[in-house]
């Protein structure tokens, strides 16, 4: 049984923040910016054949990346713990030729949508006067 959490203004906040970001680091990164190849795996960073949540994204960094794999997972209604390897081609510098690297990340879609329904029941609390602000 697999359960979705409706989008609420606090994940629509956070994407937007995270969509902004990702728009200046790439204006910054111009030609410099890495094509990101993201995919499910598992515990022996073997690829899940079927899991359907793979993406290609152009980045200026690894967060970026995986931020959007995370708006990608949202938004084909995917729920629960996935990890996700991260594929790219380390630019090449003057003291190193271009290498293939891997990152992993462990991404708990359910944590983060009960983060962003929290945050929402503490904001309409806040405003109906039932919440301490900077309580915590």
Not at 35 to 50: F, M, Q, R, S, T
């Amino acid at each position: 049984m697999s359960t979705k959490v409706h989008v609420l203004k606090r994940a629509l906040a956070r994407r937007e923040r995270d969509e902004l970001f990702a728009a200046f680091s790439l204006s910054i990164a111009g030609e410099n910016a890495i094509a990101y190849h993201a995919e499910v795996v598992d515990l022996d960073w073997k690829p899940i054949p079927g899991a359907g949540l793979d993406l290609v994204i152009r980045a200026a960094t690894s967060d970026g990346a995986y931020d959007a794999w995370t708006r990608h997972a949202e938004d084909a209604d995917a729920v629960g713990t996935h990890r996700v390897k991260l594929t790219y081609i380390q630019p090449a510098t003057d003291e190193s030729p271009a290498v293939e690297m891997e990152c992993l990340r462990t991404i708990d879609l359910d944590m983060i949508a009960l983060l962003d329904e929290l945050g929402d029941l503490y904001d309409e609390d806040l405003a109906l006067g039932l919440a301490i602000p900077n309580a915590f």
